[in-house]
């Protein structure tokens, strides 16, 4: 398959752009400007947030996977299993995000039950909570295997990819995001830890097009 600059580059800022709409529904659910407490925001969203925020999982998932190709074609060089195991990884953990943040609708509307009916909102988002959760360990196995299997690769210049690209490689940012968000308050905490798991995408995406921006072929069909 022939892939030109101009693809490859609209396929990156795509994935970027998914992150983008799913961060856009993190804040619709958890953005208060008075408070930082993310369940009682859920409580006091309104419906119309709600539901445009289950939207935006949907779009996102669509956006992410139209992504995914970019990162694919960066693994053209590699054999056969190797690439085909990161599409299905990418593809199982971005088709993840889509799902785990639908089913954050479960938590939002519990909160917002607890709070038009003063009930006791952690406990009224317990279920809901745990059922969330159950769902991310599905995604934590495949997410270290990816990890291995991308940084391996790059490092070794299997792919078209730089090796400065797995600075920006989710893992990384995913194991400072206790200390990044240990020392933000406010707002600011809100933006940047409420939408950290999508503004980690945003910024893999978007290196992972400037890093095969000027790439010099994209027509990989002897590999």
Not at 164 to 181: A, R
Not at 199 to 212: D, E, M, Q, R
């Amino acid at each position: 398959m022939k892939m030109n600059k101009f693809c490859i580059r609209i396929l990156g800022i795509l994935g970027a752009l998914g992150g983008l709409i799913l961060f856009s529904g993190d804040m619709l659910f958890y953005y208060d400007p008075g408070n930082t407490n993310l369940t009682e925001n859920m409580g006091n969203a309104s419906d119309f947030r709600i539901i445009s925020s289950a939207v935006t999982a949907l779009l996102a998932a669509w956006f992410y996977m139209l992504g995914v190709v970019q990162i694919y074609h960066a693994f053209k060089p590699t054999k056969p299993i190797i690439k085909n195991t990161i599409l299905i990884c990418f593809a199982a953990i971005l088709i993840a995000y889509g799902v785990i943040h639908g089913a954050y609708v479960a938590i939002a509307t519990s909160a917002r039950l607890a709070t038009e009916n003063n009930l006791n909102i952690n406990e009224a988002v317990s279920l809901a909570t745990e059922a969330n959760n159950v769902l991310r360990l599905f995604v934590y196995p495949i997410f270290g295997l990816l990890s291995i299997i991308f940084i391996i690769q790059v490092w070794k210049r299997k792919t078209l990819y730089p090796r400065w690209i797995i600075l920006f490689f989710p893992l990384v940012p995913f194991l400072i995001q206790g200390f990044i968000c240990k020392n933000l308050s406010g707002n600011i905490w809100i933006i940047i830890c409420g939408g950290y798991l999508n503004l980690i995408l945003v910024i893999f995406f978007t290196a992972s097009t400037i890093a095969l921006w000027n790439i010099k072929s994209l027509n990989l069909n002897n590999k």
